[in-house]
């Protein structure tokens, strides 16, 4: 979202147009989920992607006609059959899939422009459901959209009553899903929830840091790196950084921990971590990785807590990581956003193969593969 974002922005300021692809439904084995999202920009720049890249490079004879009529469209891809030979993509998915193309044209329709940039914006911070007409009889409905906050209270005002009783019963869900609206006019409507990336929170800035920064960065997480150190925490170490904060010695620094906070301990230093540990459990992070072997961490709880009386110690992994066979730090470092990873999107760590179906077998189909 991020990447789209500033992409949006750069057009702005340099007066270019675009459009958004997002991918509204899949049938069968497809490289994407549903909802995944590109950005193809009127001077060529491709951001985010939505296959291999080969479906991309067909979405671009898009974009001329798109900006020029002013009009979103469906666009249906096949690749079941012989679709691979007849498209001559080579992406050997054997599935289907349904794109949806957006003009961006801040200067033409700016309210428009303002609901895509609005939304890439406010996805990056805070959970979002919206909620777009991608089909139906009147043109001038195409695309039209309204952005949701999960938790609020209050629904927009809808024109049309069929969305929004057909919204409310799918309020709850995290699902993306396309939807047939049945009255005066057939709608055919795109609800997508879209959840920020995860704040990471890292106490310690040794070098072990370094390759973890530089990965999570790559997956366009926000990251806050605290130490005590100035000579440690600072831009020279740290560029990718989001927030760089230094504390003084013997103190708990006071940070912002909320649902979406995945907090890394890896300070080296025992009564540093003890401390750090016995505040942010009363805090209800979503997740808590402490560097170092179990007995360690074993130890950091028994000699300041219990278990009974710190409901958090489940949202406690240790030792931090999956099991890659790691052995240099920044192998150690991806074992660690690995995991991460897999607590932030509901994955397994297992390997595909065992979790979609024997390797080379036919028992059953795989199912969609994501890389967002």
Known sequence: MNSIYKELQRCKRNGLR????????????????????????????LTGLLSGGCVEGDLQEYVHDILASGLPRIVHYDFQDDGDIVWGLGLGCNGKLNVFLEPYVPEENKSRANIIESFFLAAQTKP??????????????LGTSWMVEPAAKELPALP???????????RQTKKNSLATIAGNSKLLVFYEFTEPPPNLIIFGAGPDAIPLVKIAKTLNWHITVLDYRAAFANKKNFPEAD????????????????????????????LQDQAILERILKMAPAYIGVLGPRKRTDQLIGTTMTPGTCPGLHVIHSPIGLDLGSKTPEEIALSMAAEIMAAYRGGTGRRLSEVKGALFGVEKEREVLSIS
């Open 160 to 170: 049309f009553q069929e969305i929004l009783q057909d919204y409310q019963s799918r």
């Open 18 to 45: 675009g459009v958004v692809g997002t991918i509204i439904s899949t049938e069968g084995s497809t490289y994407q989920k549903t909802g995944a999202k590109c950005f193809i920009s009127e001077d060529g720049v």
């Open 128 to 141: 979002i459901h919206r909620i777009t007409i991608v089909e139906c009889n009147d043109t001038s409905l």
């Open 243 to 270: 927030r760089l904060i230094v504390y003084p010695s013997g103190e708990i620094p006071e940070i912002e921990i909320n649902q979406n906070s995945y907090i890394i301990l890896m300070t080296h230093n025992f």
